[in-house]
């Protein structure tokens, strides 16, 4: 069976910490994705899958593991779904904003007063 799109979750699922208490720790707290898991992403993105990585973290975080960790260059649903990325794209590399729901700056600076 050929599948078109494969959406995978990051933390606990996907990624595996050495300790819980690496999961939250700083930023640079580096996890590890299993050999057979990392394979099966590379073999369905080569056979034309698109993959999505979907997940509560923030662009930033997401982006690092994508790029440095799992090593593809795919979409992005980060926030819970609050942010959608593109893939990188071929002329600059980076990530385009495709879907946002952000407080307005107004918003948000009433509300940290």
Do not use: H
Not at 46 to 75: F, K, M, N, Y
Not at 98 to 105: A, C, D, L
Request: hydrophobic share 40%; glycine share 8%.
């Amino acid at each position: 069976m050929a599948f078109s799109l494969v959406a995978v979750d990051l933390d606990g699922t996907l990624l595996q910490w050495k300790t819980q208490q690496d999961r939250y720790s700083e930023a640079s707290a580096t996890p590890a994705i299993s050999p057979a898991n990392a394979e099966a992403l590379r073999r369905v993105s080569s056979d034309g899958a698109t993959v999505v990585i979907a997940t509560g973290r923030g662009p930033a975080s997401a982006t690092r593991v994508a790029d440095d960790v799992l090593e593809l260059p795919c979409p992005l649903v980060c926030n819970n779904g609050a942010c959608v990325l593109s893939a990188p794209t071929a002329s600059s590399g980076q990530r385009e904003i495709i879907q946002g729901s952000f407080y307005p700056r107004e918003f948000v600076a009433g509300v940290a007063e």
